[in-house]
């Protein structure tokens, strides 16, 4: 039961980590399956964010305006 206990947790902690990185249910699913090595992976991966070339602030990589200085991008995709 503690073990089901602490995979849920760290399931959780995975998703909280990917969610700042645009992959909430990538990272739940992760921290699910891996337990603590799937937090290890959340903290590694890149996810979907790029830094803004103006404000430096992590956006989504297909943004063409930035949420946080509201400077026009030019879409690189």
Not at 6 to 24: D, F, H, P, Q, T
């Amino acid at each position: 039961m503690e073990i089901a206990l602490l995979w849920i947790i760290c399931a959780v902690i995975a998703a909280a980590i990917g969610s700042r990185k645009g992959e909430a249910g990538s990272g739940f699913l992760i921290g699910l399956v891996l337990g603590p090595f799937g937090i290890l992976f959340a903290l590694l991966s890149s996810g979907d964010r790029v830094p803004c070339p103006h404000c430096k602030e992590r956006i989504h990589k297909k943004a063409e305006i930035c949420p946080h200085c509201r400077t026009p991008l030019a879409n690189k995709a």
